[in-house]
């Protein structure tokens, strides 16, 4: 790349580093200050500054940077699995092309060993609203992600594999990172369960645990085709609104995976348990009809109700995973969705539904 715009910490944000972003699209737009409005640290390190130039017509004032986590423990988790570096490499490659919405992108970079940086346009320039984690969404907000969800699935389903393009979605660092994850389950299982304390039956424990020591079989198990493109972090805080219109941030855990996965992982830590129990059967039936709508044509509820219940065990993980390291997320939203995951898995006994 003709212009290095890596930078490892918010003090890098200089004029100058705003100049050389602007220079490969907008090579006469001249950068005259640059300032921070908020940084947020968590599994990365997210930024929102202020740029000002002399072309607002065609480049935002506002800007959107994420840089490597300055917590050390989300940042050993996220490096050498490369999610900065997935989520930039979705921007170069992918963004254009899926069928919802995201931010619109600048520039971006990641080079090995030296760091990642991506520059997107802050989304509340266009008017629209960030999601936050612990937010609880209405049906009304639930169903239209789950039909954005189905159109995202639709148009990757059972199609990944032959196409080389996606091919690096299916590398060794995907299988670096379920390495990692088995290899981490039952310390990190333990450690989550014993700071979730009395949120965690003794029953719910032991279950738990003898889930981590199975994980690699379970994670198999969950691998099942037919396979599509899915999200893989879909909570409130990865979405933004505009005009009662979901769009979808937050793209660095993007994989070949079962799209049902993607809607009990937002189903189980977005609406109230109450609910999901109320709706959860209707909402399953308006995801396979929108797979329908947009070509699907093999689906069956029943196995769509099964592989929902089964996949229903990794936003449980995730939660505890996410209490166990720490810094990762405000720990008010992270006990919220925790609630919520241990209400589904305990709703449909998931446990029972897989190979332990």
Not at 150 to 166: E, G, I, L, M, P
Not at 341 to 351: C, L, P, R
């Amino acid at each position: 790349m003709k212009y290095n715009i890596l930078a490892h910490h918010p003090n890098d944000l200089t004029i100058g580093w705003a100049q050389r972003v602007v220079n490969l699209h907008y090579p006469d737009t001249k950068v005259s200050s640059i300032s921070i409005v908020s940084i947020d640290i968590g599994t990365t390190t997210r930024i929102r500054v202020l740029v000002e130039h002399d072309n607002p017509e065609a480049l935002p004032k506002k800007w959107f940077i994420k840089l490597p986590s300055l917590n050390w423990k989300a940042r050993l988790i996220t490096a050498l699995p490369r999610l900065l570096h997935t989520e930039i490499r979705f921007y170069n490659e992918l963004a254009l092309t899926v069928p919802i919405n995201t931010p619109d992108f600048i520039q971006a970079q990641s080079k090995f060993g030296a760091g990642s940086t991506l520059v997107l346009f802050d989304i509340t320039e266009s008017g629209a609203t960030p999601g936050m984690p612990g937010d609880t969404l209405t049906i009304t907000e639930a169903t239209e992600v789950i039909k954005q969800l189905a159109k995202f699935h639709a148009q990757y389903w059972n199609n990944v594999h032959n196409d080389t393009s996606y091919h690096w979605l299916a590398s060794p660092v995907r299988d670096l990172e379920d390495h990692l994850g088995t290899l981490l389950s039952v310390p990190l299982m333990k450690r989550g369960i014993r700071l979730a304390g009395e949120l965690i039956s003794p029953v719910l424990n032991a279950s738990a645990i003898r889930y981590a020591h199975n994980r690699r079989k379970i994670m198999r198990f969950l691998s099942g085709s037919p396979k599509t493109l899915i999200h893989h972090d879909c909570h409130p805080g990865n979405l933004f609104w505009k005009e009662a219109q979901p769009g979808f941030l937050d793209w660095q855990l993007i994989r070949i995976g079962e799209g049902i996965s993607d809607i009990s992982y937002f189903l189980s830590m977005a609406v109230k348990s109450e609910d999901r129990k109320k709706h959860e059967n209707r909402l399953l039936t308006i995801y396979k009809q929108e797979l329908i709508n947009n070509g699907v044509l093999s689906t069956d509820l029943k196995n769509i109700q099964q592989r929902y219940y089964a996949h229903l065990i990794y936003p449980f993980e995730a939660m505890i995973v996410t209490l166990a390291i720490g810094g990762m997320m405000n720990l008010e939203s992270n006990l919220k969705m925790l609630r919520r995951t241990i209400s589904a898995i305990e709703d449909h006994n998931v446990f029972s539904a897989l190979p332990m």
